[in-house]
Every structure is written in C-alpha cells, then in structure tokens.
C-alpha cells in the first residue's frame, strides 16, 4: 500500500510569489491534514479537509489556503511568500474515523529567499 | 486550549540504557494522546497512542508509554536503548471532537552513544 505522497520535495521561490503544493494521501484515506515545520515554532496545525470540505482551521493568514478534490488529492497554497514562510510542509492522511493516527508524508521543504 | 510540553530539548543515552522521554499536557476535555518519531529528512511515524483504556499503551520498537491523568503526564521509555532509535521525537495531544488536529510539543532529540 503505498504511503503519503507529496510534491514537490524541495522548492526555492523569492518574495511574493505563490506556491502550490500537492498531497496525495493514502488509497481509502479521505482525511487530510497540512501542517507546518519550522525550527522557531515547530510544528503547526494549518488546516484539515475531509470530503472536499475544510473540517478544521488553524491559526494562519488567510495567505494559507487548501483545497481538496473528489479523490481525496489535496492541494495548499500559499500567496504572496514571506521569509518566515519557510519551512517544511507536512501532509497526513488519515481514515474516516480515526482517532488521530496521522500517516505523514515526508514532505516539502519550501524555502522563500 | 490544549498544550503539551516535553521536557528537554536533547536527551543523550548510551547503547543499552533506559530510555525516558518526558511529556506533560493541558487539555480540558479528556485528550487523545500521541508519541510520534521522526528521521532526518522524513515525515512523522506514529509510535504509539493512547485514547481511552488501558492506561499503559505499547508501540512499536519496544516503546511504551503510561498516561497519567493526575500528573498530566504521558512519558515514553524504552528499557534499552539501540543506535537506531537516534531521531527526534514529538509528543501530540489533541481531543475526541478534533482527532486529526495534533498540538505537537517541541520535540526532543535523541542521541544514542557507544
């Protein structure tokens, strides 16, 4: 069964531009999460979609977005990059009644210069 | 709000000797409870959990861990430690009504010596 697959794993970009990063979760998962890494803060919760629908939002700029399509693929966006937008991107999936068993990808390490 | 808090940043064993990593929370509602490992230049792996139950929980690759609801705590041990279990290491809370959103601890890295 093949695991959590995210892309791309390693990405440079300048201020202000945008950035998409894809997630494709486990086969059967329909839950996803994102979450962000970064040496400062950790990791964060960013936001979770279940069944193309935002199930929970953490506490992030409206600059963060997701979406999730009918396959369960999920995409986050990020506008108008800072600095501190650096870090490492996190998606998990999970099953449909799970209480919190998060399988991770390895990620995608953004770095904003 | 829910917290968790791991004490000690960097916790350094020999080879063999026990292994005790700290995690204390703050939930007001009963907390689903996580231990997770990361590799360098990985994602995260789920060591073990707890959710309701038995209050002593066992994971993979011989770690443990015993949630302790009147110290807050939920500390991960392993009796002997191996040069493999070097990584770092997260503990996570979160609740019943919002299972998939983790509050991770800061982490804590783990060295194993000769």
């Known amino acids: 069964k093949a695991g959590v697959t995210q892309t791309p794993r390693y990405l440079i970009k300048t201020r202000g531009q945008q950035v998409t990063l894809s997630c494709s979760p486990i086969?059967?998962?329909?839950?996803v999460s994102w979450y962000q890494q970064t040496p400062g803060q950790g990791l964060q919760f960013l936001f979770e979609?279940?069944?193309?629908?935002?199930?929970n939002k953490g506490n992030f700029p409206g600059r963060f977005s997701g979406r999730q399509f009918s396959n369960s693929r999920s995409e986050m966006n990020v506008s108008t990059l800072e600095l501190g937008d650096s870090a490492l991107y996190l998606c998990a999936s999970s099953s449909q009644g799970s209480t919190g068993e998060l399988f991770f990808g390895e990620g995608s390490r953004l770095t904003v210069l | 709000a829910q917290s968790v808090t791991q004490l000690g940043s960097h916790v350094s064993v020999s080879e063999g000797a026990l292994v005790l990593l700290r995690c204390n929370y703050s939930?007001?509602?009963?907390?689903?409870l996580f231990w997770y490992v990361q590799y360098p230049n990985q994602g995260l792996q789920l060591l073990l959990k707890?959710?309701?139950?038995?209050?002593l929980v066992k994971g993979i690759n011989g770690f443990e861990a015993e949630f302790k609801k009147s110290e807050t705590s939920f500390h991960l041990t392993k009796p002997s430690a191996h040069m493999s279990d070097a990584a770092e290491y997260f503990c996570a809370v979160s609740d019943a009504g919002t299972a998939s959103k983790l509050t991770f601890g800061t982490g804590t890295r783990l060295q194993v010596t000769l």
């Open positions: 086969s059967g998962h329909r839950s």
């Open positions: 939930s007001s509602v009963p907390p689903y």
């Open positions: 979609y279940f069944s193309e629908t935002q199930r």
């Open positions: 707890y959710t309701t139950g038995a209050t």
